[in-house]
């Protein structure tokens, strides 16, 4: 059963604009990790924040995790074509496999 | 160091068939599980393997099955091929214990027709 929601479902931008793609889930977690896909590839994780953190940075992407709502964010800043893809939030409960969602779908325009 | 690898990268099988998808874990991982990926979806979690034993299980019939070798190597076996079979089919290794990063393979496309 799926775990993660991301919200939208499909995002386009331009070039340099910032996005920001939220999560959702149901139960208690460990920690929650987000995922990006290229189309028809494998998932490439980009970050990973635990159940006692509130906010992580990695380059150009910055991830939320607020337990009490049950809701992550990740953000990318100044955007690129190259980051065109599918994006993943992934949650990790009672030590066990991921559940994803399904998943937001980014277009950044040149 | 080499990542997750997994073959074949694509296949197709005629429905009733029986196929074998294959994954070597990354480097120092324990840990092999399987997702199965359908076009426009996120991974649906099909279950996984440590100590070469199945640990947990997602919402598959019997007709998934699978094994994982002494090298922590592992195969996902599909019989009675359905078309609703047609997936990407991820394999995921990682260090066992709570909070460890995942990684992904490329997947194997399976097409059944």
């Known amino acids: 059963s799926q775990q993660g929601e991301e919200d939208p479902q499909a995002l386009s931008i331009q070039e340099g604009e910032n996005a920001t793609m939220n999560c959702s889930y149901k139960t208690s977690i460990n920690n929650l990790q987000w995922y990006r896909q290229n189309s028809g590839r494998g998932l490439v994780h980009l970050i990973l924040i635990r159940s006692n953190e509130r906010e992580k940075h990695s380059g150009r992407l910055r991830v939320t995790l607020d337990t009490s709502k049950k809701s992550s964010s990740l953000l990318i800043t100044a955007s690129r074509a190259a980051d065109t893809a599918s994006y993943f939030c992934a949650t990790d409960e009672r030590n066990n496999d991921m559940r994803f969602g399904a998943g937001t779908r980014l277009t950044v325009k040149p | 160091d080499a990542g997750v690898t997994q073959s074949p990268t694509h296949l197709i099988k005629t429905r009733g068939q029986q196929v074998t998808l294959r994954c070597s874990p990354k480097?120092?991982?324990?840990?092999v599980s399987w997702y199965q990926q359908a076009l426009g979806q996120g991974p649906q979690f099909i279950f996984q393997y440590y100590e070469e034993e199945e640990r947990q299980r997602g919402n598959f019939p019997d007709r998934f099955s699978g094994h994982q070798y002494p090298n922590y190597s592992s195969e996902l076996n599909v019989n009675a091929l359905l078309l609703g079979d047609s997936a990407l089919y991820l394999c995921?290794?990682?260090?066992?214990?709570?909070?460890?990063?995942?990684?992904f393979g490329e997947g194997s496309w399976l097409t059944v027709v």
């Open positions: 480097s120092g991982h324990d840990t």
């Open positions: 995921a290794s990682r260090f066992q214990g709570s909070g460890n990063t995942i990684y």
